[in-house]
């Protein structure tokens, strides 16, 4: 199989702007939350493109110097997110070709489901392939398009992909933005305060240029960016939005718009609907720092019960989840939270936490609460058991990883060693996100996946 190194990732375009890279850079600061492995930004001065790219944070990757050198008043960023064991740069983004109509650079966000198949026909057709990247095929497919401007390749070639897939391109010239028709993963646009525009994975980007949003980029919309023209806007596919729920639950920051609505304000909306539906007397109500944060306010609201911040997180240590085995994963969240123990010692203590995926972090958890002295330990999930994988741009393992899809409620319980363990239903997911028809993909939690 195709390695899945192309997935929660961030994109991210400036359009008509001197400080085109800089900004970009800014931008990939705030939306550094959805990728730390690597970051690249490609730039264009009108006549060429600048492209730089690296593993590691944003901050590692640029400074001024190197900024200096991606010219131009466009650019686009990407932060990336892979699965683990690959960390070839070639698989950093964003992705440059050159090809017969000139030079382009590609960042995605998401997940082709067809990868593979197409992948396959390519290098049948003498395709020569560098990266494990799905965005790779892309290129070719542009690349190999029999039609004869940019614009009407790009339609081609998408055409030609599925899945979830929040694209922008940069060609000498002209920027494009994209999202697949179900617009699973989110992508705004913006207005930048002196001229130009920018889109993002996230709004919280546009709060730190200091860009005003406009709306977001339609499921199955492209835009077209050109210099002194107004922005261009095609449908290529009837929209069928399926708003990936996750991003709520736990992937984007607190501070988004995303699909229209506060991150924020949906997270403690599912503390709210869980203290409702799963309360238990206790005498304080913690997060799981910082997943956990805006679900246990809505749950301690709720339910009356004091909250506290009963766990301290280290910010200095990455996501437990890069690691890839499971001893480093344990050691992580060793290194990453500990308890406060004033505040938890003889305590009836409710934890509040977005997921559970493999339960390690829960487990550890429960335990570190108890040795430090808390007399109950309820755990309490915002989200429903996570049974499925996502093949749509999210990195949670395969199923047989997923330790809601192997153990009964009770297991789970026992097995992360809690006094009371308990979930958020679907029906109150969906309220959370004022969810009124079937517009969000909700597979990862009930395997309705696309047809
Ligand atoms: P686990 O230890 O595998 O049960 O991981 C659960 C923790 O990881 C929770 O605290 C979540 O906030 C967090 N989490 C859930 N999904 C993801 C994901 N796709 N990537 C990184 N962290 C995640």
């Known amino acids: 199989m195709l390695e899945d190194v192309n997935e929660k990732c961030a994109v991210v375009g400036i359009y008509g702007h001197e400080e085109a890279s800089k900004l970009a850079y800014f931008s990939l600061h705030a939306l550094q939350h959805r990728g730390q492995e690597a970051a690249g930004i490609s730039s264009s001065d009108g006549q060429k493109l600048h492209t730089i790219k690296k593993r590691g944070l944003v901050m590692r990757v640029f400074d001024e110097d190197k900024l200096r050198t991606l010219k131009g008043s466009s650019a686009i960023g990407h932060t990336r997110y892979s699965t683990a064991g690959d960390d070839s ?35 049948a ?26 614009l009407e390749r790009i339609i081609d070639a998408v055409g030609k992909i599925e899945g979830a897939f929040s694209l922008v391109f940069l060609s000498r010239t002209k920027m494009f933005a994209m999202r697949d028709k179900y617009g699973f993963r989110p992508l705004s646009l913006g207005k930048l305060p002196n001229g130009g525009y920018i889109v993002a994975s996230e709004t919280c980007a546009f709060d730190l240029v200091g860009a005003d949003f406009i709306r977001d980029v339609e499921p199955g919309e492209l835009l077209i960016f050109e210099e002194g023209k107004e922005i261009q806007s095609i449908k290529v596919f009837e929209p069928q939005p399926r708003h990936c729920i996750f991003e709520y639950v736990y992937f984007a920051r607190p501070d988004s718009i995303v699909f229209g609505q506060s991150v924020y304000q949906a997270r403690k909306n599912m503390g709210q609907e869980l203290a409702r539906i799963q309360p238990v007397e206790a005498d304080l109500v913690i997060p799981v720092p910082d997943g956990g944060v805006p679900a246990a306010i809505g749950y301690s609201q709720e339910s009356g019960i004091p909250y506290e911040m009963g766990i301290m997180r280290n910010h200095y240590i990455g996501r437990t989840f890069i690691e890839p085995t499971q001893e480093m994963r344990d050691l992580k969240v060793k290194m990453k939270l500990s308890p ?60 047989d990883k997923l330790i809601a899809a192997n153990m009964t409620l009770d297991e789970i319980c026992h097995f992360i060693e809690a006094d009371s363990l308990a979930y958020l239903d679907e029906e109150s997911l969906l309220r959370s996100v004022n969810s009124k028809d079937d517009t969000y993909c909700t597979a990862c939690f009930t395997g309705k996946y696309l047809d």
């Open 125 to 150: 057709k003498g395709a020569i392939f560098q990266t494990f990247m799905d965005t790779e095929n892309l290129i070719h497919l542009i690349a190999k398009s029999e039609k004869d401007k940019l």
């Open 340 to 399: 406060m123990t004033g505040i938890i010692k003889g305590k009836r203590v409710i934890v509040v936490d977005d997921s559970i995926v493999r339960g390690t972090t829960s487990k550890r958890i429960v335990r570190m609460l108890k040795e430090a002295g808390a007399k109950e330990v309820h755990m309490r999930v915002s989200s429903p058991p996570t049974t499925g994988p996502c093949y749509y741009g999210v990195d949670t393992p395969d199923k």
């Open 89 to 123: 740069i070639l698989d950093a983004q964003p992705v440059f070709a050159r090809y017969d109509l000139g030079e382009m650079a590609i960042v995605h966000n998401g997940n082709f489901t067809n990868a593979e198949k197409v992948r396959k026909k390519l290098i």
